[in-house]
């Protein structure tokens, strides 16, 4: 099969097997969350019908008396209609409204992050890898010490250190409040502002897996033949270093991009907390403490919808960039 | 066979002249990582770190008790200093050490056992089996683990929230990254000639397994056990900061939760959020680094660059040397004449 088809087909696969295990989660676990939601709506002055009753119990499970098969049926149709349910903590707000509010500030905070932190990791790995033995290369280990810290701790010192001892950044927020969003400088000023901390914690706890990655891989490569036969040929080594070593070794990393924007997606729904970002992690928390299902699952959906759609892209953009998996198809 | 330990727990006694089985063990000894400077820190720090979480619970008073001195620095008295209800900072980070550990430890087999099954019977078998199981794998790999956890703790509701409900839960979402390393590591020592001898002599499939191909694999599945406790200790540290944690556990995670809930950060209370964090780095720390020395066992390209690096810093010293030597021996030669 085509190398194409196969990566779409099997993104098709998981994007079905994450709504499964939304549909199965709530109706497999203890307790009656639709029970807690109707009762929080009716706190809010809400009637409740039994059109709602029903809704929020395609998506959560619970006393309906389809078949399970029938309910899985109309979630999915829901699903597709773009029809998650209601918020209750941010009520009357839709469930897919509150997300799309705050999905921006996530997608740019995580990916301008994980880009720097990709791009500097990876640079920095081939300089460290290309030279083995020199002072920076006995530095490497105690990278692991970057990346062995909790996240959320690090941001906690970020904070401590930068923003209350030396008050060079604001505490927590997206933007300053007084502003209105909107795409003006002064409010793009602001956000890039508040928004400093959390991208640095992302790259500071993120940049040392690239960079390890990268120089084992520097090392590998060096002692291929091709390495060799251009050194023999007399090419400088930094064409060496550029054309010939890195290119090569640089591809693992770019495989390995699904496994960390995993840990860099979950890391970041714990920074979010700490700084109260308006992201989607922190939408995601607050959700879970006021026990607000409908927007759970969804924020759960989204999020891993976000992560699927971009390891499809830097699926298709590795079977661009390297010939060989093209081939094996 | 069945007495020797995985590679990761046995600290290494290379230099043991007296050791009986000399020829038999040199086999096994490829399996142990080399002693180097960063493997005894990473060692010195696990080993420390296990050990105070051990000993230290027994020597401190009631982590619990709560006295009229609030948010005192570290003192003579207090070495930690106290939180805000006047609780020993030392004492909960006593037993917050051990539940951390002990989480670690829980998850850490749970998920490697996962891993193992789904990554090695899967590339032993083959064809189909290996086909579902690799899809399998690579669909938990992608879906993104911590908010799946969130998702599954927030529904479960707190009283049934336990220590073992977190511990499978981490485990169930954390074992896909080490299936496909063992998956791939499997596939190639399944084509090995013993591998073949034996299947074509008629051993049961498990029987390869166990004696054939695990004994091989030690290194890779010592390394990535070590990975899922690194793993599951910052993830349930992460749940328990945000307050999903087992309930009524005390944990790293939790004593970061109060010192937040606390207010520790606005207060400037350092030493309530500091130690806890900085126990889980050193820890993560200690632990990477002896994965370290078990990556050179895994790929011996890094452990030859090593000793070729030695070799040639030997070399150069030397050499340097020897040129002191010769422009000593020609100023010495310069003065008499």
């Not at chain 1, 002055?45 to 399970?68: F, H, M, N, Q, W």
């Not at chain 1, 979630?75 to 509010?101: C, E, F, H, M, Q």
């Not at chain 1, 740019?108 to 083995?132: D, N, Q, S, Y």
């Not at chain 1, 490497?140 to 001892?165: D, E, H």
């Amino acid at each position: 099969m085509n190398y194409f088809l196969r990566k779409l087909s099997f993104y098709a696969v998981a994007l079905w097997a994450a709504l499964t295990l939304n549909f199965a989660i709530p109706r497999l676990l203890p307790g009656n969350p639709v029970d807690i939601l109707l009762a929080k709506l009716q706190q809010r002055g809400e009637a409740v019908t039994p059109e709602t009753r029903k809704a929020y119990a395609l998506l959560l499970g619970g006393d309906t008396s389809d078949p399970l098969w029938v309910q899985y049926w109309d979630y999915l149709k829901n699903l597709a209609r773009g029809d998650l349910g209601v918020s209750v903590s941010y009520y009357p707000a839709k469930v897919s409204d509150v997300i799309l509010t705050s999905l921006p500030w996530t997608v740019v905070l995580v990916g301008v992050a994980t880009i720097i932190a990709a791009v500097l990791g990876v640079l920095l790995g081939a300089i460290v890898g290309w030279r083995p033995g020199t002072w920076l290369d006995s530095l490497i280990p105690s990278t692991t010490l970057l990346a062995a810290v909790p996240y959320f701790w690090l941001a906690l010192i970020l904070v401590y250190l930068l923003a209350r001892v030396l008050g060079w950044f604001p505490l927590q927020g997206g933007y300053d409040v007084v502003l209105t969003p909107g795409w003006n400088g002064e409010f793009i000023a602001s956000a890039i502002q508040y928004g400093f901390l959390p991208a640095l914690t992302i790259v500071l706890a993120s940049i040392g897996g690239w960079l390890l990655g990268m120089r084992n891989m520097m090392v590998s490569t060096l002692s291929e033949d091709y390495i060799l036969t251009a050194e023999a040929k007399g090419l400088s080594p930094r064409k060496i270093l550029r054309s010939y070593a890195s290119r090569n070794a640089v591809l693992p990393s770019v495989a390995g991009f699904a496994i960390s924007l995993g840990f860099v997606v979950s890391g970041s729904v714990i920074t979010e907390q700490v700084f109260s970002y308006p992201g989607i992690g922190g939408r995601l928390l607050g959700a879970v403490t006021n026990n607000d299902y409908a927007l759970m699952q969804g924020v759960f959906l989204f999020i891993t919808l976000a992560v699927l759609g971009a390891n499809l892209l830097v699926d298709l953009l590795y079977g661009l960039i390297d010939p060989r998996t093209r081939a094996r198809a | 066979m069945t007495n020797l330990k995985p590679a990761n727990t046995t600290p290494v006694a290379d230099a043991d002249p007296a050791a009986p089985a000399a020829p038999a063990r040199s086999g096994w000894r490829s399996l142990l990582p080399t002693m180097t400077p960063w493997l005894a820190i990473g060692l010195a720090l696990v080993g420390g770190i296990v050990l105070f979480g051990l000993i230290a619970p027994l020597l401190v008073g009631d982590p619990r008790q709560i006295r009229d001195q609030g948010l005192t620095p570290p003192s003579a008295e207090f070495w930690l200093g106290t939180t805000q209800t006047g609780q020993d900072v030392l004492a909960q980070l006593a037993f917050a050490t051990r539940g951390s550990l002990q989480i670690g430890l829980l998850v850490g087999v749970l998920a490697t056992v996962l891993s193992a099954f789904f990554g090695i019977y899967g590339a032993y078998r083959g064809k189909f089996l290996d086909d579902a199981f690799s899809l399998f794998t690579n669909v938990f790999l992608v879906i993104p683990g911590l908010p799946l956890v969130i998702v599954i703790s927030g529904f479960v509701p707190r009283e049934s929230r336990g220590l073992w409900t977190i511990a499978v839960v981490l485990a169930v979402t954390g074992w896909a990254a080490s299936a496909r390393v063992l998956h791939a590591q499997t596939l190639s020592v399944r084509q090995r000639d013993y591998v073949a001898a034996s299947q074509v002599s008629g051993e049961r499939p498990w029987r390869v397994i166990v004696v054939e191909i695990l004994p091989n694999l030690l290194p890779v599945i010592a390394s990535q056990f070590v990975f899922a406790v690194i793993a599951a200790i910052l993830g349930e540290a992460g749940l328990s900061y945000i307050g999903l944690g087992a309930s009524n556990s005390a944990t790293l995670g939790t004593m970061l939760f109060y010192a937040q809930n606390g207010f520790a950060l606005s207060l400037g209370a350092w030493w309530w959020f500091v130690p806890p964090g900085l126990m889980i780095a050193l820890f993560g720390t200690g632990l990477s680094l002896v994965n370290f020395s078990i990556d050179e066992v895994i790929n011996p390209k890094l452990k030859n660059l090593r000793q070729h690096r030695r070799r040639a810093r030997r070399a150069l010293r030397l050499e340097r040397e020897l040129a002191r030597a010769s422009r000593r021996t020609a100023a010495v030669k310069e003065t008499d004449r």
